[in-house]
């Protein structure tokens, strides 16, 4: 399984963000996606997670109302739409696929088993 993130970029305080992740090779609706990020000097956080199967979505307390994520099968991409940005939502921002996915959401970044290669989201004060 192969991710691609895009959609990052400079953004100024109160602006929106869309983030999106591709989906390549051996993938399953079994999966959930999850959506990661990390400053540097810091762990990498779980910022929210989307259900392939059913669309169901889980968010960090930290961005919860703030930020959507969806997916689109046709495309077998998953976006997370950022609202209300923040300077400390500056990070870069991970997608990952867990094949557990059925079992329920997981938090944890070592319960994902495949990464895209992250995109830098950089929101000016």
């Known amino acids: 399984v192969q991710l691609q993130a895009s959609g990052g970029g400079l953004v100024q305080a109160g602006g929106s963000l869309r983030l999106s992740c591709a989906a390549s090779?051996?993938?399953?609706?079994?999966?959930?996606m999850g959506w990661f990020r990390q400053v540097p000097g810091k762990e990498r956080e779980f910022v929210a997670g989307?259900?392939?199967?059913?669309?169901?979505?889980y968010y960090a307390t930290s961005v919860k109302g703030r930020f959507t994520g969806s997916r689109d099968n046709a495309k077998n991409t998953v976006y997370l739409q950022m609202n209300s940005l923040k300077p400390e939502d500056t990070a870069v921002y991970y997608c990952?696929?867990?094949?557990?996915?059925?079992?329920?959401?997981?938090?944890?970044?070592?319960?994902?088993?495949?990464w895209g290669q992250g995109t830098q989201v950089t929101v000016s004060s």
């Open positions: 990952a696929a867990r094949r557990a996915g059925g079992q329920g959401w997981d938090t944890r970044e070592s319960e994902y088993d495949y």
């Open positions: 989307i259900m392939w199967s059913s669309g169901g979505t």
């Open positions: 090779g051996r993938t399953s609706r079994s999966y959930s």
